[in-house]
């Protein structure tokens, strides 16, 4: 419910927000509005204080959203007695960051998963985006000082007719120059500026390759490697929620597949036959596990899972069997070698039980014979 209320609110800050543009009068109108998801907002805001206390202030969602409400009361308060700061209005568009919250909150559901990743990577590369920037300054401080040395100074390019006015406007003096090396970062239209200084004094090359090699290519590829870096980090954790909900979906599904075992056993001798599988339609499984496999008859899932070849699945054979096959992300294949291996580790330790014994035996009838 909150989560359709900031969309609501979303939205309408943007009709406010071109209503304003079209010279349209609905003050009154746009101001009880505004008074309605701010009132909705505080009393969420009331009930999630009394709830956890003091953790909210620890929280930055919550402080993130006691900030928004500050600003949307003292915007209404100030609008209603007629002093209307242009300032608060703008900010009034914060609101809609609170998109971000309802995204976080449909982490949850798996379909929205993604979404959720792509927004926790942004969040969490605050600190690689800010050292980017940095080095990214410190790289162009540098190149600038050097381009006010070997370009803006250099008499041969100010005094020729085709480079004076690119010399003048784009390296005229250090903030300027810093302004068009940030063009070098993107690649962004350079050509008309560095050609003609080339092709003036050819000695250049090597400067403007500099600046594209290591700012342009070099430093924005190590900048993606480390947030693909954090993201796979990040997906990584994820896989331990995704393992909750397996554990999950198999405690809900194992009541139904008991009753349909029982459904299929119409003898009720405990086990089923390949007569009894083969009498059902593989549309007795419930459709969220087939589509987890590719079996198309229950022969088919008979042969699958009676892996000794007794002719017979218990109970717990037809349960395990299904949520291996269905559920997990092991192929079937690799299912029926796992039960496989656990038939013949029985068998060997029965063996190895019945070698002892019969050791035991004979040595017995050796001291009774001596």
């Not at 204080?49 to 620890?58: M, N, Q, V």
């Not at 959720?116 to 920037?133: E, I, K, P, Y």
Request: with cysteine; aromatic share 8%; charged share 20%.
């Amino acid at each position: 419910m909150m989560g359709l209320i900031i969309v609501a609110n979303a939205v309408t800050v943007g009709y406010e927000i071109q209503a304003s543009l079209t010279q349209i009068d609905a003050g009154m109108y746009w101001f009880w509005l505004d008074f309605a998801f701010v009132v909705v907002y505080l009393i969420e805001l009331v009930m999630r204080l009394l709830a956890w206390g003091r953790k909210c202030f620890k929280d930055g969602w919550c402080i993130l959203d006691m900030i928004l409400v500050s600003i949307g009361l003292m915007s209404l308060i100030t609008e209603r007695i007629g002093e209307k700061v242009q300032e608060l209005e703008s900010m009034m568009v914060v609101r809609s960051l609170r998109l971000l919250r309802l995204i976080r909150a449909l982490r949850l559901l798996k379909q929205f998963r993604t979404v959720w990743r792509l927004v926790n990577g942004l969040l969490t590369s605050a600190n690689a985006m800010l050292s980017t920037l940095v080095l990214v300054v410190l790289s162009l401080y540098i190149a600038a000082c050097l381009g006010i040395e070997i370009i803006t100074k250099d008499s041969h390019l100010t005094s020729g007719a085709e480079t004076a006015p690119i010399v003048s406007q784009y390296f005229g003096d250090l903030p300027s120059t810093l302004l068009t090396l940030t063009a070098f970062v993107t690649l962004d239209s350079i050509a008309p500026i560095y050609s003609p200084l080339i092709a003036r004094k050819p000695e250049l090359a090597g400067y403007f390759f500099f600046i594209v090699l290591f700012v342009s290519i070099a430093l924005m590829n190590l900048v993606t490697a480390v947030l693909v870096e954090g993201a796979l980090a990040n997906a990584s954790a994820d896989k331990e929620m995704e393992r909750m909900d397996l554990r999950e979906k198999l405690r809900s599904e194992m009541p139904r597949l008991s009753q349909i075992f029982d459904d299929i056993d119409k003898d009720g001798s405990g086990s089923l036959t390949m007569e009894e599988m083969a009498m059902v339609p593989v549309d007795i499984i419930p459709e969220e596990l087939r589509s987890k496999s590719r079996v198309t008859s229950m022969q088919e899932v008979f042969e699958m899972l009676d892996v000794d070849g007794g002719g017979e699945l218990t109970r717990e054979e037809f349960v395990d069997g299904l949520l291996n096959i269905f559920m997990h992300d092991d192929p079937a294949t690799s299912v029926q070698t796992l039960r496989l291996l656990r038939k013949v580790d029985m068998k060997v330790m029965h063996l190895t039980q019945d070698f002892h014994e019969a050791l035991g035996w004979k040595r017995k009838s050796f001291r009774g014979a001596t």
